[in-house]
């Protein structure tokens, strides 16, 4: 069975401090890879998606993520965080086995000290 | 625009009992989905519809059902309530393959 997994459970950083979150998937075929984020108290929002071509792909807030087909990865990255970054982020992955149902990683939760 | 929204927000039922989720998607998409998202695991996904038709379902059992409307809102049916049925149920819309948009769910609790 296709399944996501978020390496890090929670992740505690600094303001103006780098970020890179991983996700991997586990599915041979062909993927549309997905970046969500619920800050506290508000409903997931799409950050960014990675559809084809271009595997770098910019989303809002100043985040990216970067399709690596040979490792079957989909890291979120961001060079300087900011106190209202913190949240919790999912890694989302649509395979044309599972029809259009996205399948979720765990999440990571992202605490950031000013 | 508005987006996703669900109702109601809370919902506090007790084991055996029926309950109703309510979802109208971002106007234009003809797309919903509904997930569950249950302490400690995850978003799971219960079940896909459009264009009027369920196109796929998640592992949960027939209890769990649904139906999209005509103008595309779409409910969700829980049938013989289950404690383990306390989660937050979120609904999205989509065009048809394009991203899923999240409304803010509806949380369930059973006793």
């Known amino acids: 069975a296709q399944s996501v997994s978020q390496h890090n459970h929670h992740v505690i950083l600094s303001e103006a401090a780098s970020l890179e979150l991983g996700c991997n998937y586990s599915?041979?075929?062909?993927?549309?890879l997905f970046w969500y984020v619920q800050y506290p108290g508000q409903h997931l929002q799409l950050l960014l998606k990675?559809?084809?071509?271009?595997?770098l792909v910019k989303g809002i807030k100043g985040f990216e993520a970067e399709f690596i087909k040979s490792k079957f990865s989909f890291n979120l990255r961001k060079p300087s965080v900011q106190w209202s970054d913190t949240a919790e982020y999912f890694c989302?992955?649509?395979?044309?086995?599972?029809?259009?149902?996205?399948?979720f990683g765990k999440g990571t939760t992202l605490s950031v000290s000013s | 625009e508005a987006g996703v929204t669900q109702s109601p927000t809370h919902l506090i039922k007790t084991r055996g009992q029926q309950v109703t989720l309510r979802c109208s998607p971002i106007?234009?998409?003809?797309?919903v989905y509904w997930y569950q998202q249950a302490l400690g695991l995850g978003l799971q996904f219960l079940l896909w519809?459009?264009?009027?038709?369920?196109?796929n379902r998640g592992n949960f059992p027939p209890r769990f059902s649904g139906r999209q409307f005509p103008n595309y809102s779409s409910e969700l049916n829980v049938n013989a309530l289950e404690l383990e049925d306390s989660a937050l149920y979120l609904c999205?819309?989509?065009?048809?393959?394009?991203?899923?948009?999240f409304g803010a769910g509806t949380r369930l609790s059973v006793l």
């Open positions: 990675y559809f084809s071509g271009d595997p």
């Open positions: 599915y041979g075929g062909t993927v549309n």
């Open positions: 106007s234009g998409h003809t797309s």
């Open positions: 999205a819309s989509s065009l048809r393959g394009g991203g899923q948009y």
């Open positions: 519809y459009d264009e009027g038709e369920e196109r």
């Open positions: 989302a992955v649509k395979t044309n086995q599972a029809g259009t149902a996205l399948i």
